[in-house]
């Protein structure tokens, strides 16, 4: 999802509907529910669903999707400067569908079809600290639009863009904490459909999919800066792209979602759809990459995930997990998961409307390796919000 599963973005429900002409400052103008087209818009107005099977194309299929409400594009990575500092590094995008359908006959210009969030984070992994920035803003051409024939992804000066050689480039910066990132990061093994030929099922009704494609091993290069102080950087990255309409169960009220880097070569993508029960949705599952390319879809019927130690927002007072056991017989796995820092909380209720946990994680037991975590519901359901 964004942690996968779905994530954030029927809350992305956004931004406006004002038709205040754009500045060039960010802003965080106030969300709104999206909505369908007005009474007089045509009966086939309404948003698009991902019913399987689906056919790709890329890289037409890394740009935008608008005929589905929300979609989202997110990478992660862990770098280090020379100076032997580390730093877990986020750049998420989102895009929110306010009003299906193409525009009336007469309809302002102006009227706010769509919006866009974004989230920029760094973890200073030696100093144990995060600092975020948020962004919203309705689709304005040239400041927050995304391509539907490329990746190219842009908000209020923040980007991601897939450049002529394959690379993805990402720029982002915000003035007010000093942080800015520079990175390149260029994939190392071939892109990934996860679910069924990339249509990743989050509940039993139909439609209740996403299509989730991502990138689990790139190299990262770059500049990134943090109060000011810039570093050049090196390390690894993950990159997913997810786009749908509906997509989790009325009973779900969180996941919990990981991506590793294993190293000895594999990585892993694993999501666990939780229920007020606390039984994990029977949609819950994931995705082995083998060294080579070749992908193992994964139930997580088959395999088992623990909870083995919490730590305690003293913000929010939400307990999240702080480390797992992580095992998949059938493969081998026995993993210990563990969070790099802490505190990786992250208080999005200006863009997304959420709260939730996301940062770095350590791999050891059965083999060790790296990645990010993403815990979703632990300060609050969001049992129909996505």
């Not at 997110?74 to 998420?92: I, K, N, P, S």
């Not at 525009?103 to 760094?122: C, D, N, T, W, Y």
């Not at 959420?354 to 990010?372: K, L, M, Q, R």
Request: net charge neutral.
């Amino acid at each position: 999802m964004h942690a996968s599963v779905t994530s954030f973005l029927a809350a992305v429900a956004a931004l406006v509907a004002s038709a205040r002409p754009p500045s060039h400052e960010p802003s965080h103008e106030p969300s709104l529910e999206p909505t369908q087209a007005p009474s007089r818009a045509p009966a086939q107005a309404t948003w698009k669903h991902v019913i399987a099977p689906v056919e790709l194309a890329y890289p037409r299929d890394h740009g935008a999707h608008p005929e589905y409400r929300s979609e989202w594009w997110y990478a992660t990575g862990e770098v280090a400067a020379a100076d032997g500092a580390r730093f877990g590094v986020q750049l998420t995008i989102f895009r929110q569908g306010l009003v299906a359908g193409a525009p009336l006959p007469g309809e302002s210009p102006l009227r706010a079809r769509q919006a866009f969030a974004g989230h920029l984070v760094i973890v200073d992994l030696g100093a144990g600290t995060t600092t975020h920035a948020e962004r919203s803003r309705r689709a304005v051409p040239g400041l927050a639009e995304a391509s539907t024939t490329a990746l190219d992804v842009r908000l209020d000066g923040w980007s991601m863009r897939l450049d002529e050689r394959g690379a993805l480039r990402l720029d982002a910066a915000d003035r007010a904490t000093g942080m800015r990132i520079a990175l390149e990061l260029a994939p190392e093994k071939p892109l990934v459909l996860h679910g069924d030929g990339g249509v990743s099922a989050k509940g039993g009704a139909s439609g209740n999919a996403s299509v989730y494609a991502s990138w689990t091993r790139m190299r990262a290069r770059g500049t990134l800066a943090i109060a000011g102080r810039e570093r050049t950087v090196d390390g690894a990255a993950w990159f997913d792209h997810e786009y749908g309409t509906s997509a989790l169960g009325a009973e779900v009220v969180g996941w919990d979602w990981f991506g590793l880097r294993l190293d000895d070569g594999r990585e892993l993508m694993l999501f666990r759809l939780r229920r007020a029960d606390g039984s994990a949705d029977p949609e819950s599952g994931g995705t082995l990459i083998a060294k080579d390319g070749s992908t193992r879809k994964l139930a997580l019927s088959r395999s088992s995930l623990e909870t083995r130690a919490t730590w305690t927002s003293p913000r929010t007072k939400a307990v999240y997990p702080a480390s797992f056991r992580l095992a998949c017989p059938e493969e081998g796995l026995d993993l210990v998961v563990t969070t790099r820092a802490q505190d990786c909380e992250l208080d999005t209720r200006a863009s997304t409307g959420v709260v939730y946990w996301e940062g770095p994680v350590a791999v050891t037991g059965s083999v060790t390796g790296s990645g990010y975590a993403e815990l979703t519901g632990y300060a609050g359901s969001i049992a129909k919000r996505f």
